[in-house]
């Protein structure tokens, strides 16, 4: 069974730092461009950053730009997300996607649906 399983999500006050990661199991995903999106309580789940395949190109929300960073582990499979700064406005699940069918490769890096593979998402609370 193929899974992505995101892990870090937690607790923490404004201003503090978090690292959420995503790990493959039961394929690879170093061909696939990667993502996180987040979802909050009574709100559409929305784009938050993607890496290309490579890793050497990244793009994010304009809400996190500068305070977040995405990166791929060495495998390419793994994917992190990087927190700073954070604010309770970032409380929400987090789930991390993957493009296996070659969808974002015309730019659309920020549509969900352009994933076809998703995990369960872990939570990550911001108090203020």
């Known amino acids: 069974q193929v899974q992505l399983i995101e892990s870090g999500g937690g607790l923490v006050q404004a201003g503090g730092s978090l690292r959420l990661s995503c790990a493959a199991s039961?394929?690879?995903?170093?061909?696939?461009?990667m993502a996180w999106f987040r979802q909050a309580p009574g709100k559409e789940r929305e784009f938050v950053a993607a890496?290309?395949?490579?890793?050497?190109?990244?793009w994010y929300a304009d809400s996190v730009k500068g305070r977040f960073t995405i990166s791929r582990g060495d495998a390419k499979s793994a994917l992190y997300l990087q927190m700073h700064s954070l604010k309770p406005e970032d409380t929400a699940v987090y789930y991390c996607?993957?493009?296996?069918?070659?969808?974002?490769?015309?730019?659309?890096?920020?549509?969900?649906?352009?994933?076809?593979?998703w995990g369960q998402g872990t939570q990550v609370t911001v108090s203020s």
């Open positions: 039961g394929r690879t995903f170093e061909t696939s461009p």
């Open positions: 890496i290309s395949w490579s890793g050497g190109t990244t």
């Open positions: 996607a993957a493009d296996t069918l070659g969808n974002t490769s015309g730019g659309y890096y920020s549509y969900r649906r352009m994933y076809d593979y």
